[in-house]
Structure formats: structure tokens, C-alpha cells
């Protein structure tokens, strides 16, 4: 990998977990996606691949998506997609869209109104 990053798609640093699988074998591999963009992904793990070696990759929201290993150096490799995917459905929110907090909710330090032994006035 040069210095000078000359990809174009936007990509996403994130942290979630991908099943892949070398094409043409009944076992898969579950790897950390480092960053994720529309073309491609690069992954960590113990997935041992070479550069032009076919895959499938599982991604929770998105589904199989067929590539290509792209470059390996190490623990991480790069997969090029064959199909462009919509990166944003594989994030998912931490926060939940509802404006309200849930029902069971409490306050973290529940109001003092009596302390054992001394008087309140």
C-alpha cells in the first residue's frame, strides 16, 4: 500500500464482525470489518487469502455479497466487491430514534429522602 490514498468511495471506520468464506469452501472465517465503503471492505482475522482469490462475504443487514481479494498484508486483507452494496444499512444505531427515554428507565442515583440514624429537616 502507497502513502497516498487514491481510492474514491467514501468509507466508514467502524467496528463490526463479517463471516467470510473462500469460494469453492464449506467453512467461514469470522473477521472484524475495519472500514466498509460500497466497493470494497478491509477485514482482520485469521482468514488466510491471496490476492485474486475469490470470496463470499457475509454482512449482517446486507447479506452475501461475491468478491475479490484485492491485497493481503498480514492479519488484514482488502476485498473488492462485485456488485456495489449500500454500506449504511450494515451500521447500526446506538441510539434509538425514539425522542423518549424507554419505560424502564431510572435515574443513575436515585434521590436521598432518608439517611438512617440522622434527622432531616
Known amino acids: 500500500m502507497t502513502a497516498i490514498d487514491t481510492r474514491n468511495l467514501k468509507r466508514d471506520s467502524l467496528f463490526l464482525m463479517a463471516d467470510v468464506r473462500l469460494e469453492g469452501s464449506v467453512r467461514s472465517e469470522r473477521v472484524k470489518v475495519r472500514n466498509l465503503s460500497d466497493g470494497g471492505m478491509m477485514i482482520e482475522g485469521e482468514l488466510i487469502a491471496s490476492a485474486g482469490q475469490r470470496v463470499v462475504v457475509t454482512l449482517k443487514k446486507i447479506g452475501e455479497v461475491g468478491g475479490v481479494v484485492a491485497w493481503s498484508q498480514s492479519a488484514?486483507?482488502?476485498?473488492?466487491?462485485?456488485?456495489?452494496?449500500?454500506?449504511?444499512?450494515?451500521?447500526?444505531?446506538?441510539?434509538?430514534?425514539?425522542?423518549?427515554?424507554?419505560?424502564?428507565?431510572?435515574?443513575?442515583?436515585?434521590?436521598?429522602t432518608h439517611v438512617w440514624g440522622v434527622r432531616q429537616v
Do not use: C, N, Q
Not at 482488502?78 to 431510572?106: M, N, Q, W
Open 76 to 112: 488484514r486483507v482488502g476485498i473488492s466487491f462485485d456488485e456495489p452494496v449500500d454500506a449504511g444499512l450494515a451500521r447500526t444505531s446506538l441510539v434509538s430514534e425514539k425522542s423518549e427515554a424507554p419505560r424502564y428507565a431510572r435515574p443513575a442515583v436515585a434521590p436521598a
